[in-house]
């Protein structure tokens, strides 16, 4: 075996669902440097189930015992969006560094306390947006460094599906919103991430579409194109759809005066099937693997999961900043604002923008008069 | 620091050109069982240099105190063909397990004794044929075992680039042959990786070309294509080339009479980019990089590199045999030997196929009278 | 039914530019029905030129002499924007068809003059938007036609390449407006042709970027983004770019409740060429055409300009109504003025929406109070 | 030029199978220099739907009828393989010009009347071969005349489906072979396009494979792979296949020295689209439109059919001698030849190769003496 027990940071997954599966994974197979002891799960029968499908030696159905109890030294939040908040100032408490799954949480004050409470306590929080360690895209990100592309002046984010597994996604009292909260979290923080956090956004403007596949099973939005202009002038378009048949798409277009880059995640990396039987698994959410389908491999690799997760822990080991913090999950959830507040609207909003409100998508299910 | 120093099993790599920086940077950031200790290059300057490169504690420039004094347990044979036998017989005396790079060496003599050197002194010998865990290729291979093609009737890979970096490819005293001896093999052993190795290759039929790119520097042959026929029907064709400018292209395409895959592992796995100006690094081999190119991440993860090393490594650790012996390379070695010898004859050689020969390009350059 | 040279319709060019090129080769390839016998510029050494290389067998540097004398049925203007109402004036007052290139004309009402020229004429008039023709896309339209997406929620062209040959496109007084006037127009005109001309649009939202490439020569913007809502909710996002090198661009996304399509013209038809030394022609704008590069063939043709060309003759011959008329220009032209309006005052645009003023782009440059 | 409905050159088609559609489609979409006013076919019913579908003025159930008395100066031979000669021979003594389908016909004594009849009746004969008026292809060959690739040294064309519709193909008294005869002879001629008919083949060497998809239905082969070298070095590697399920595929390789071209007619030109319901149409012989697919346009004008139909008929009106005659079906006949015999043998074939045999299939079926 790898490396001595004692030596490795211990850690409690909060969550069994489908994003934890993909942390418990990417732990085990590429973050040596860790190990998962402990998940929690608020059902004991799948908290029980995940901790035999991942070799995980303990599990709990209480969130206060998971936390104080396992012994752990970093908590990874993967619980609904309404429960990271708790989850993060409980951990903080506890005096453990904790890593917590996109969006940030349900609102700005949220997100205040879960960073006051993690600097107080002295520990690291990490805002776990995986596209920042996504091979493919940090090596774009690398080619407008090299300066490949000139000066960029517009980039374009996908991230798009048939919507996702677990029920309280579509609840927004518990997710905050749609697709936007779910999706446009990530191309929002992408934008930040390539442009360089120091490069303000100015306004937000966004379109928000609902009563499609699931319109039977939720208030939020399943389809949404936002654009976001920054103080340097260029334009972010990010598109999210839970709508989008044919399985998971995530891709980015790079424009700069010098050149253009395309990169696609999914397709992109891809072999190409034709089975006329059908077969086992495509790639996320692919629906049927009979006739053409992309077959994808090392799909949470690809996605960044496990660079980040090793890179949180090496923070840890090493006393050193994340690379995303619960103030970039902050400022994302601000530009997450203005796009449910410019949908609710029908304008743009400019930034800064710091209302008060319980949810995200309040914003545009009952907006405040203009 | 993940583990404690002495858990890792330690390796002593032999070789510091292109294939052996691979294989440094592998086992660096994806194979934490292990920890490399030393190396050898015959040229100092290249093996402190190397040495510096990738923080290793130890650099020789002589091969016996380098297996035998480093204190490895392993040996990573990363030098030029006609070595390969010299320095496995050397490790398996010296006790070491030796995972050693393709092609296995320049004579089924040479294969015998390498085989037998290591059964002899109770050590693994692993043959490097990264195809076996190339992500992708596997999941391929997973497709085929899941039925979604029906029974292949076909395969084809290919390697194709404009030629190696180290002078000794060209010189087929020191390689064995040209760019079939170099990168025939993989798809030679890919047949057998995906057949089974109880698949008997019935005969093989080569052709080869020569003059073309390098025909100033070399003997050895520049372009080849070679087909297969298996016992159970199966067809394999497998092209190479050190003659194709734009960069490494790698793909294969497997046949069955309910589907079909095509996968490839750079333009496949890349983002489209243009640049008016070019960049540092697009891909292996990759020419200029203005106008359109196809920019790559992780090329030594999705080719399998890390995979197969800490495979071989875990195998040590465990007491386990590896996937792909030197068995494995000693079948390829005859497939090799027989398509020098179609080629040289100008007609199919049927299997099996055992001759004397100092280097399997003579078989071409020199055919026996038929 | 094709004709000997008495049947044939005859044409007359107006203009001899990039458009009026492939306008002629298409006539002379897959328009058997049409002759063109005569061409207009403004240059006679142009206009001599032009008539030599396509063969044509009167060449005019006066705009009315070729109208009225050349004994044209039709008048094909493919002059700059500034000049098509008063071609179509004088074509439609001389008892001819006319043809007209995107965008229609500089304002509502040049637009309503023109159509009301042509009818009082009785004579047709055909806005040449070949989006609708171009065989791909009009593959994709009846892959919705029968259902093969479900129900459309969302819409997305875009059209891009480094920037236009001609100068007066980068002189707001010639042209009207920069990339959005030039190229944002197709994806418009395609909206309407997709949803049918009888779906209302709602509200347009348009972000316009200037000082690009082409920041020293125009003060027309060249970089674009409109977002379109449409009364049955449908979403559509047009793109456009005089800013992005590496060739021409043009590419559709539909997005159903129940499927979805990526439709190219030009990577998406091409052949891959890597190319050491360079050569010929690979696209439109292509830029270098060392390394790799996208080869295109029968370019117009993928575009859509000859069948729009024989659409028209064939609709002169048959005294039927034309599949775009000015009609749908001039509804194009006013998605193309509430979009500068939109990007002049920072928010989005009703419809209808029926400005004064002179041209489209000064509703961005100099926008009235809100 | 085109012409008035006497001045049309007139066409009768034999037969009414799946490519005399695509060849009446052809004519009359984009040759309106002629005009299809016959159909044969041996059955009646056959003929008549044929005619009536295609507008076409005659149907004949009699061959010499058809080609004697319905008053065309072209017969375009679309029949079973085994009835092109006796066609063509009437035709000739008909005093007509004859156009017809690969592969040429049954045996070199079949092909030598077949010239000779034509050339004692000063009519023209023409191959028609639709590679070689691919546009896409035909773009490849001009890169590679302009240099872009430097010397070639490699060529591979790849034409594989899931098996031809018609009932006679499966018969090899009626075809003459399997798939070979039916695909393969596409790039068999395709070298000698791209490389020069001056350039010799030297030898031929094949594997050819049985017992796929259609075991239970023909005894000839599903699947090849032939191998041709010629004088200059270059080496062709031609894979056809009956046995491919997914659609239609063809594509092209080309290697030079300096460059390299990758080509695809039919996922290269195609849109990409997700259906759940299924739909109409995606490509030839595509299987399911379920899941994902590639939508085709214009397959017929991206194969090349109009153009090579609209070449003969330009030549018929000019007297000149067509791009592709009898001498080159000639010359890829005996290619095929000896590809048969080489798989009968199991070696390579030198050419010449002149066999005394009734059908190519029987060279593998029932191999002479070696």
Redesign the interface.
């Known amino acids: 075996?790898?490396?001595?027990h004692q030596?490795?940071t211990k850690v409690v997954i909060l969550g069994a669902g489908f994003i934890a599966d993909i942390h418990a994974e990417s732990f085990h197979r590429?973050v040596?440097?860790a190990e998962v002891i402990a998940v929690y799960a608020r059902d004991p029968v799948k908290a029980e189930a995940f901790a035999r499908r991942h070799h995980i030696a303990f599990w709990y159905d209480d969130l206060e015992r998971a936390i104080h109890e396992a012994g752990a030294d970093v908590v990874d939040v993967c619980l609904p969006n309404f429960l990271h908040c708790q989850a993060v100032l409980t951990a903080a408490r506890a005096g453990k560094h904790v890593i917590v799954e996109k969006p940030l949480c349900m609102s700005l004050e949220e997100a205040d306390a879960m960073i006051a409470a993690c600097r107080q306590a002295g520990r690291l929080l990490m805002y776990a947006e995986e596209l920042c360690f996504a091979?493919?895209y940090?090596?774009?990100r690398q080619?407008v460094q090299?300066?490949?592309?000139?000066r960029i002046?517009?980039l374009?984010q996908c991230e798009k599906h048939s919507g996702p597994h677990s029920p309280w996604f579509y609840d927004v009292e518990q997710s905050g919103g749609g697709v936007l909260m779910d999706m446009g979290c990530h191309g929002l923080a992408w934008f930040r991430w390539m442009l360089g956090r120091q490069t303000q956004p100015v306004?937000v403007?966004a379109?928000l579409?609902t009563?499609?596949?699931h319109a039977q099973r939720t208030r939020g939005e399943e389809?949404s194109?936002v654009?976001v202009?920054f103080a340097n002038?260029v334009?972010g378009?990010v598109?999210n759809?839970w709508?989008?048949?044919?399985?998971m798409d995530d891709r980015v277009e790079v424009?700069g005066?010098?050149?253009?880059?395309?990169?696609?995640l999914f397709i992109?990396?891809?072999?190409?099937?034709?089975?006329?039987?059908?077969?086992?698994y495509a790639l996320e959410k692919a629906?049927?693997?009979?006739?053409?389908?992309?077959?994808?491999?090392?799909e949470a690799?690809n996605q960044g999961y496990p660079q980040e997760l090793r890179h949180f822990i090496q923070c840890v080991?090493q006393g050193t900043t994340p690379l995303v913090t619960g103030e970039d999950g902050k400022a994302v959830l601000e530009l997450l604002l203005a796009a449910y507040a410019s949908a609710g609207l029908?304008?743009?909003i400019s930034l800064p923008f710091q209302p008060k409100v319980n949810k995200p998508v309040d914003l545009w299910l009952t907006p405040p008069p203009s």
């Open positions: 075996m790898p490396a001595n030596n490795k590429f040596p440097e091979p493919k940090e090596r774009v080619l090299e300066g490949a592309l000139g002046f517009q374009r306004s403007s379109h579409q009563g499609l596949r389809n194109v654009i202009t002038g334009l378009v598109e759809s709508a989008k048949p044919g399985g424009y005066d010098g050149g253009v880059v395309y990169a696609d992109g990396n891809s072999a190409l099937t034709y089975s006329e039987k059908g077969y086992g629906g049927t693997t009979q006739g053409w389908t992309f077959t994808i491999c090392e690799f080991q029908g304008r743009p």
